[in-house]
């Protein structure tokens, strides 16, 4: 196998303008639409979670997978990996494993839930893998580009195993899977196998829900299938989790080398948020139109946590309930129906932020006052009845005795 050849095989890297042209996904959009019939526009409101507006995040994604791509591709068909390949063939067979080729390369990409890593990830190998599968002729060889798995539930290492065999088996159109199934093989066997299918057939090997080790009980025999494979497949392996998956990563040192890579957390009230904010409401699918202001762009930002995911839906479940309602303005009042109803189970997640007031007014003494005044230890409503008797400020009063902080929602 001629690495140079698999390399030219790769589209070229682009980046710019360019690489953000074909990163975005705008869906198509008439004002036409507002006047359907009320179920098709409930229908064609769906069109909301395909919009993609790429961010720094996707471009450094991108670039992360290209590279990683790359260096596994250059990887194969060198002497280093027909070494492998004998080693990888007695882990099968004499069930002795020696890493030779490495996997130095591999990386995770850590993220909370629903900022949009799972489609950043898609967006790019889409247009990584121009081509579905790399064919070369001389030896004739069938190369997937890049195989998206998820960590099982539970962790198991076989079930993890037999779905790389399977999903493989679906490209390659190969039988290693049924095979595997019926000589009935133990892990330490389809470990060598899997190794050898990746070193053969695989350039990028994502697994996706990687957290799903942190909690379950075989989640750190994973973690060590994990490492082996990396070692005796040599091929570029992507760890895709939540943050809930860095004390994973970081629990071995011979785990978190390998898995060095990218972090993010929720998306600032920024440049960005607000042209995502704007972008969606251009979508509207209700029979008023709505301008979008800073104080939605605000109120949005409170209430999602920064989190696109959640923006999507809200505006997205805000129509919804306009047009089924009658209301047909995608307004502030939509928007907090949305949230109150919809969104329930995010309420203990997602707080709206309280802006305080800060007041530089000093707590007067009572003795410094020329008027009587109730005595310190007076309760709430005698300071209401005297504010109502001599039309006072109860704010402005009750600063007098105690710390007040007003507080904006």
């Not at 130095?104 to 909370?112: A, H, L, R, T, W």
């Amino acid at each position: 196998m001629n690495d140079i050849n698999l390399v030219e095989k790769m589209p070229e890297m682009l980046s710019g303008k360019e690489l953000y042209d074909r990163l975005t996904d705008l869906p198509e959009y008439s004002e036409e639409v507002r006047r359907k019939s009320q179920t098709e526009r409930l229908i064609a409101l769906s069109t909301l979670y395909d919009i993609y507006l790429p961010s720094e995040m996707s471009v450094e994604i991108y670039s992360k997978l290209y590279l990683a791509l790359l260096r596994s591709l250059q990887k194969k068909g060198t002497r280093a990996a027909v070494q492998q390949s004998y080693q990888n063939h007695n882990m099968i067979i004499q069930k002795e494993s020696r890493g030779i080729i490495g996997g130095s390369d591999s990386f995770s990409i850590v993220g909370c839930s629903g900022i949009g890593k799972s489609s950043a990830i898609n967006r790019a190998i889409s247009i990584i893998t121009k081509n579905r599968m790399i064919e070369i002729e001389k030896p004739v060889t069938r190369i997937i580009p890049c195989l998206i798995v998820q960590c099982p539930w539970d962790a198991s290492v076989k079930s993890m195993l037999l779905e790389i065999l399977r999903k493989s088996d679906e490209l390659l159109e190969t039988d290693y899977y049924s095979n595997a199934l019926k000589v009935r093989a133990t892990t330490d066997v389809l470990i060598g196998v899997v190794a050898q299918v990746a070193l053969q057939h695989i350039g990028l090997l994502i697994i996706d829900e990687i957290q799903n080790c942190v909690t379950a009980k075989g989640g750190k025999g994973l973690v060590s299938m994990l490492t082996q494979l990396i070692n005796s497949s040599g091929i570029s392996i992507g760890l895709i989790g939540t943050p809930d998956t860095l004390s994973l990563l970081e629990s071995a040192f011979q785990l978190a080398r390998r898995s060095l890579g990218l972090q993010y957390n929720a998306l600032n009230n920024d440049e960005y948020f607000m042209g995502f904010c704007r972008l969606l409401f251009q979508y509207q699918y209700v029979q008023k139109d709505m301008e979008i202001t800073p104080q939605i762009v605000n109120w949005l930002y409170e209430h999602s946590g920064g989190v696109t995911s959640v923006v999507v839906s809200l505006i997205h479940d805000a129509q919804e309930l306009a047009i089924l309602t009658g209301h047909e303005t995608l307004d502030i009042s939509m928007l907090n129906q949305a949230y109150d109803k919809r969104m329930q189970l995010l309420h203990d997640y997602i707080r709206p932020a309280a802006t305080i007031k800060k007041t530089t007014k000093r707590k007067k003494n009572v003795m410094e006052e020329s008027i009587k005044l109730p005595t310190s230890d007076c309760s709430i409503s005698e300071l209401v009845q005297k504010a109502k008797d001599e039309c006072l400020d109860i704010v402005a009063l009750f600063r007098e005795y105690f710390v007040v902080e007003e507080i904006t929602i």
